[in-house]
């Protein structure tokens, strides 16, 4: 059972362009939301993360946007650069042992 | 500052042969997991260790042992390799003061022939 669905699987975008990233949870119980981005052979890395309790978080170009009631939030990096190009996953977590639910991640390619 | 160490990086495998994945952090996390990474299933929870003394099962534990050595250390065993279990294995830490916030190594490609 995947908790926590994420589209697309892969996204190309030209420089200077937006790109989105949506996911969608089940669990109500979720009470953190970071997202994490990967390069090739790296391990992935904290990029930004929202609690449940606002409605849009922004730190530089990357935004996300979360709906509560819809249960779905995303990820909008503005102005993107090829730099960005990198996995992306969104994830879900609870209190206590924060056990973290990861999505299946998003392939992300900014050509210039 | 080195933060999450795997070793090995790569690993071949013969089916049926066993064979351990380390992790340390220096980081003074009480939490460490075990991930398995797999194109198109994202990132998987294999074991977790809350705090040292304790483990775990995560979401896919079957084919796979843990043992929490010390604070530091949390090694991942594969009894008999399959070779469903081929995969990139990442090991992570966290500190309840930042829930959610994970500190991953930079894995350790398996293969299993």
């Known amino acids: 059972q995947q908790q926590v669905k994420q589209s697309p699987q892969s996204l190309i975008v030209q420089k200077g362009g937006i790109s989105i990233i949506n996911c969608a949870y089940e669990?109500?119980?979720?009470?953190?939301f970071p997202w994490y981005q990967q390069f090739p052979g790296k391990g992935p890395a904290l990029l930004i993360a929202i609690r449940p309790d606002v409605s849009e978080k922004k730190e530089g170009r990357f935004t996300i946007s979360f709906n509560k009631s819809a249960k779905q939030f995303s990820l909008h990096i503005m102005d993107s650069q090829p730099g960005d190009s990198a996995t992306y996953f969104c994830a879900a977590s609870t209190g206590g042992y924060q056990k973290v639910t990861f999505g299946t991640g998003t392939k992300l390619q900014v050509i210039p | 500052n080195a933060g999450v160490t795997q070793t090995p990086k790569f690993q071949v495998l013969k089916t049926g042969q066993s064979m351990t994945l380390q992790c340390a952090q220096d980081?003074?996390?009480?939490?460490m997991y075990w991930y398995r990474q797999d194109p198109g299933m994202g990132l998987r929870l294999i074991y977790y260790s809350a705090s040292e003394g304790t483990t775990d099962k995560g979401e896919v534990p079957n084919g796979y042992n843990v043992s929490r050595l010390n604070k530091r250390e949390f090694s991942l065993r594969l009894e008999s390799a399959a070779p469903s279990q081929t995969s990139v294995y990442f090991c992570?830490?966290?500190?309840?003061?930042?829930?959610?916030?994970?500190?991953f190594g930079e894995g350790s490609r398996l293969t299993v022939l």
């Open positions: 992570a830490s966290s500190e309840p003061t930042t829930p959610g916030e994970l500190f």
């Open positions: 669990n109500t119980a979720f009470d953190y």
């Open positions: 980081m003074n996390h009480n939490s």
